[in-house]
């Protein structure tokens, strides 16, 4: 299934897409794709409901806004330098274990919103990334029973502020968080819709050249791993969202560096996951 929020920012409403690409609206039935969505068998109330329903529930009108696909998550973890590519771009070595940051859950956003450039910001940069959604409770689970946890896959652009990030002491939280840094969307597509994680294509454009082209079949952990590593750190509730690193070809990498600017058009996409699209506006 590929599920889908739409309607104003923060009034958003379910729906789905069928496999006819027909967009169904689902409100009638689901308050929200939220933690207690997931917690409570959603996904199977969602299959039967659309088993029961599809021929006259309304449909979902076009040009509706389309908000993240999931609310907003107790966590945004992500993964560092999870490409030996990127981890070489940035002029760091390839971890020997996973470098592991949050990302504020208030910089989440519909695919495409916009990004909103920061006021202040002079190096704001793009990560086209596999974002991994949670669908049970995980605490300190084996590695063999991780993929059991996961309810679908996600496409994230993990914006970041790189002098933020990298030049202001502390953690990378500070260049990760700002509001509109996390576009999610425009689907959650459940696990059974992707036949094999590790084997996407990942790609990003900025004004219609290519700077990201790469494949989840290089990520240094996988996500069986990741999750298990995460779970013993912290608790992942339903609905949270891992995101497993980018590789190469973002703006840091350049040489000079190259930035996002006012008036950029940021997109990108990942097999099976569909697209973003991103007009950049800085902030005044
Ligand atoms: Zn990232």
Not at 179 to 193: I, K
């Given at each position: ?67 993240s696909p999931i609310a907003r998550p107790s966590k945004i ?208």
């Amino acid at each position: 299934m590929k599920l889908i929020r739409f309607g104003q920012p923060g009034h958003e409403q379910c729906g789905v897409i069928l496999t006819d690409n027909r967009r169904l609206d689902a409100s009638a039935a689901f308050q929200n794709y939220d933690e207690a969505f997931f917690e409570n068998n959603g996904l199977r109330h969602l299959s039967a409901w659309i088993e029961a329903n599809q021929a006259t529930a309304p449909l979902i009108p076009e040009g509706a806004r389309l908000g993240s696909p999931i609310a907003r998550p107790s966590k945004i973890i992500c993964i560092g330098l999870n490409y030996r590519d990127h981890a070489e771009e940035s002029g760091m070595q390839a971890p020997s274990e996973p470098v592991v940051f949050f990302k504020s859950t208030t910089a989440l956003t519909g695919p495409n919103d916009g990004l909103k450039i920061p006021h202040g910001s002079e190096k704001t940069d793009w990560e086209v990334e596999l974002g991994v959604v949670i669908g049970k409770t995980a605490r300190r689970i084996s590695e063999s029973d991780a993929m059991d946890h996961v309810a679908g896959y996600v496409l994230h652009n993990d914006y970041s502020e790189r002098a933020w990030q990298l030049e202001r002491g502390g953690q990378w939280v500070k260049g990760k968080s700002a509001d509109t840094f996390a576009p999610l969307g425009p689907w959650l597509a459940t696990a059974d819709e992707i036949a094999d994680p590790h084997n996407l294509r990942l790609w990003l454009k900025v004004n219609d050249v290519t700077k990201q082209n790469g494949n989840s079949s290089n990520l240094i952990f996988k996500i069986p791993y990741l999750i298990s590593y995460l779970s013993n750190f912290m608790t992942l509730l339903p609905g949270d969202v891992i995101s497993t690193g980018t590789p190469a070809g973002v703006g840091l990498g350049f040489k000079p560096p190259q930035y996002l600017k006012d008036g950029d058009v940021v997109e990108l996409g990942i097999d099976g996951l569909g697209t973003q699209r991103q007009n950049v506006r800085a902030l005044k």
